[in-house]
């Protein structure tokens, strides 16, 4: 089963996309902030991030840079209803294993976090 952390300051974000992962299969965990997704992590294995880029205190590129640089394993997606172009994000040099524009589609997103990766990424940041 894929673990999934949602990083979203929007709570009934984090619930209705929790509830359908769940029903997709995954196991969601889910936090407000960057500093409650890095606490939650350092105490729970976790396969994916989903990471809003627009959240309070630490930024979502942030988030990302400090996810990638504790945890080289793991997949990290920003999210945002701004769309990034790839080279946008080739310029944020977060990290992150892509961007997933909202709102989402259910399974488009699931089919992105079954993927497997290629290589761990790799943080330059």
């Known amino acids: 089963m894929v673990r999934v952390l949602i990083v979203d300051d929007e709570e009934n974000q984090r619930k209705v996309l929790g509830i359908g992962l769940k029903v997709e299969g995954f196991e969601v965990f889910g936090a407000a902030s960057g500093d409650d997704a890095l606490r939650l992590l350092a105490t729970t294995r976790i396969d994916v991030a989903l990471v809003d880029l627009m959240i309070p205190g630490m930024n979502g590129l942030e988030v990302s840079r400090q996810i990638v640089r504790r945890y080289p394993n793991m997949r990290v997606y920003l999210a945002s209803a701004y769309h990034l ?6 310029r944020a040099d977060c990290g992150a294993s892509g961007f997933i524009p ?9 089919n992105v976090l079954h993927a497997k990766p290629a290589a761990p990424a790799q943080a330059t940041c």
């Open 85 to 90: 172009s790839a080279r946008q994000m080739e």
């Open 102 to 110: 909202k709102p989402y589609k259910l399974a488009d997103l699931c």
